[in-house]
T-cell receptor, first 112, second 117 residues
Framework: GQQVMQIPQYQHVQEGEDFTTYCNSS?????IQWYKQRPGGHPVFLIQLVKSGEVKKQKRLTFQFGEAKKNSSLHITATQTTDVGTYFC????????????FGTGTKLQVIP | GAGVSQSPRYKVAKRGQDVALRCDPISGHVSLFWYQQALGQGPEFLTYFQNEAQLDKSGLPSDRFFAERPEGSVSTLKIQRTQQEDSAVYLC???????????????FGPGTRLTVT
């Protein structure tokens, strides 16, 4: 079945350093979404990418969708303690309708 | 406006008991999803409703799991004869889109943490 893997699994950074998480799918995706889940919280939608090679920015966050639409990345510039949480990518699951397959997640810890 | 709400927020059940988890989606959202999230893992898809129709239940782990959304708004996830492996956070999410292929953003509720002892 479809697999969506993320690396790294964990990342500790000093506040002010940059951070990147990578998402890789075993199948081509029609779109990819990114969510953030704070400790003890629920996933919160960040963005959706649809086009091959698409790049979108939200303040210090840069999202990219690969040319082959099988991978994506999230880059955070100059991390802050408010960036702490687990970042998930998510793509359409196999089988139609709106099934969504979440990636394995990258847990970010920011050291002040 | 109000977001997605779920109740109860915490549920402790003895092995073998039945439980019912409720989800109130955002008003007017036609799509509703249930996910199971184990500790340290990503949400795992359980089932999907478009209005009152359950169009995908491929993620339900066993026939002990049953979900319904009879009037196309509130949904209930029922787990019969709970087992310890059912312990997890159960998340509900709603979306305004009907589009296939992943649709648009999903708005998640706070989840119900189920502990089976």
């Amino acid at each position: 079945g479809q697999q969506v893997m993320q690396i790294p699994q964990y990342q500790h950074v000093q506040e002010g350093e940059d951070f990147t998480t990578y998402c890789n799918s075993s199948t081509t995706l029609s779109n990819i979404q990114w969510y953030k889940q704070r400790p003890g919280g629920h996933p919160v939608f960040l963005i959706q990418l649809v086009k091959s090679g698409e790049v979108k920015k939200q303040k210090r966050l840069t999202f990219q969708f690969g040319e082959a639409k099988k991978n994506s990345s999230l880059h955070i510039t100059a991390t802050q303690t408010t960036d702490v949480g687990t970042y998930f990518c998510a793509g359409p699951g196999s089988g139609g309708y709106q099934k969504v397959t979440f990636g394995t997640g990258t847990k970010l810890q920011v050291i002040p | 406006g109000a977001g997605v709400s779920q109740s109860p927020r915490y549920k402790v059940a003895k092995r073998g008991q039945d439980v019912a988890l409720r989800c109130d989606p955002i008003s007017g959202h036609v799509s509703l999803f249930w996910y199971q999230q184990a500790l340290g893992q990503g949400p795992e898809f359980l089932t999907y409703f478009q209005n009152e129709a359950q169009l995908d239940k491929s993620g339900l782990p066993s026939d002990r799991f049953f979900a319904e959304r009879p009037e196309g708004s509130v949904s209930t996830l029922k787990i019969q004869r709970t087992q310890q492996e059912d312990s997890a956070v159960y998340l509900c999410a709603s979306s305004s889109t009907l589009a296939t292929g992943g649709g648009r953003e999903q708005y998640f509720g706070p989840g119900t943490r189920l502990t089976v002892t």
